[in-house]
């Protein structure tokens, strides 16, 4: 069954850098997306950046293109989420999640992940 656990949430100041880990197993299949997505309080989830485990093709909002970066270990069955400069607006939960069932190219449309992790929060603060 496939499963997804983050971690490397905690507190930085702002211009600070993190980064977040996202360790999947269980996948049927070779190739799948794995995303991750940032939901502020009060907000809905919203995707940041996402992957391929083939191929390593990626996608990024518009509003982290400069700041983040997505990477994969195949090896080590982890994707990480480089984030650097950060800003009070990056606060919130980061989950990562998995388009596997019909794959096609990285994007950041939630309701086509169709597995998520439990999240990892995040707290961008002075």
């Known amino acids: 069954q496939p499963q997804l656990a983050e971690s490397g949430g905690g507190l930085v100041q702002p211009g600070g850098s993190l980064t977040l880990s996202c360790r999947y197993s269980g996948f049927p299949v070779n190739y799948y997306i794995i995303g991750w997505f940032h939901q502020a309080p009060g907000k809905e989830r919203e995707g940041v950046s996402a992957i391929s485990t083939e191929r390593n093709r990626t996608k990024y909002a518009d509003a982290v293109k400069d700041r983040f970066t997505i990477s994969i270990d195949n090896a080590k069955n982890t994707v990480y989420l480089r984030m650097t400069n950060l800003e009070p607006e990056d606060t919130g939960i980061y989950y990562c999640?998995?388009?596997?069932?019909?794959?096609?190219?990285?994007?950041?449309?939630?309701?086509?992940?169709?597995?998520w992790g439990q999240g990892t929060q995040v707290t961008v603060s002075s």
């Open positions: 999640g998995a388009d596997y069932l019909t794959p096609y190219s990285p994007q950041l449309r939630r309701e086509r992940y169709d597995v």
